[in-house]
């Protein structure tokens, strides 16, 4: 079955779920792993505990499976809970002081890798543009990375996974407006993080 069809699941795979049908989950895992553990990685900017993080999301969603009505798409809901715990962990690491960004850029697994332009870092035919991509991104996740939560995840959210303001709003528990204000506030400290390490101006 396609990640699309488990974001709109039919009546039988949801009680195949709320049965505890194991094979079910393990289709559930296999369709949203990458994006719930792409979302974490970039809100904690640490290998380990979005890996960590990523199995505990899914721990809940098996627990809280029963409470899903169906009202928003699954992946919603998944997004939903990943965000909790994440916003639980950062607050966590921030109290212990263990918060770290050295593994920032360390490897995703098999995440595909995308810079600003859509040129796939990885690629080997055009060795300046992929060194021109790899720095864009390594400057544009550590400004990320450095952004009060509240503006990193609208960030991820709706310019990293290009969702609607309808599901981020959903997501955060965010009024429209504020969505959308706030979007626009994340947007133009990241630019101005940017230019700082650049040294000048961007469109």
């Not at 699941?9 to 393990?26: G, H, I, T, W, Y």
């Not at 970039?42 to 290998?47: E, F, S, V």
């Not at 697994?109 to 790899?134: C, F, K």
Request: glycine fraction near 6%; charge should be negative; proline fraction near 1%.
């Amino acid at each position: 079955m396609s990640s699309d069809g488990l974001d709109q699941p039919s009546a039988q795979f949801l009680l195949r779920l709320k049965q505890r049908e194991e094979k079910a989950f393990n289709e559930l895992v296999i369709a949203h792993e990458q994006k719930v553990y792409r979302l974490v990685w970039r809100m904690l900017a640490n290998q380990q505990e979005a890996e960590d993080l990523t199995q505990e999301v899914f721990v809940q969603v098996f627990k809280s499976i029963d409470t899903f009505r169906g009202d928003s798409k699954l992946s919603t809901w998944i997004y939903r809970i990943a965000l909790n715990l994440t916003r639980n962990r950062t607050k966590y690491l921030s109290r212990r002081k263990q918060t770290s960004h050295s593994d920032i850029f360390a490897d995703e697994g098999s995440l595909s890798h995308h810079d600003a332009q859509g040129i796939t870092i990885g690629e080997t035919s055009r060795p300046d543009l992929v060194a021109m991509g790899n720095e864009a991104e390594r400057i544009v996740h550590e400004c990320l990375s450095i952004l009060e939560s509240e503006f990193r995840e609208i960030l991820v959210l709706r310019d990293v996974e290009c969702l609607s303001y309808e599901e981020v709003g959903a997501i955060t528990g965010l009024a429209a407006g504020t969505v959308k204000s706030r979007l626009h506030r994340a947007r133009s400290l990241l630019k101005h993080e940017v230019e700082l390490r650049l040294g000048g101006s961007i469109e």
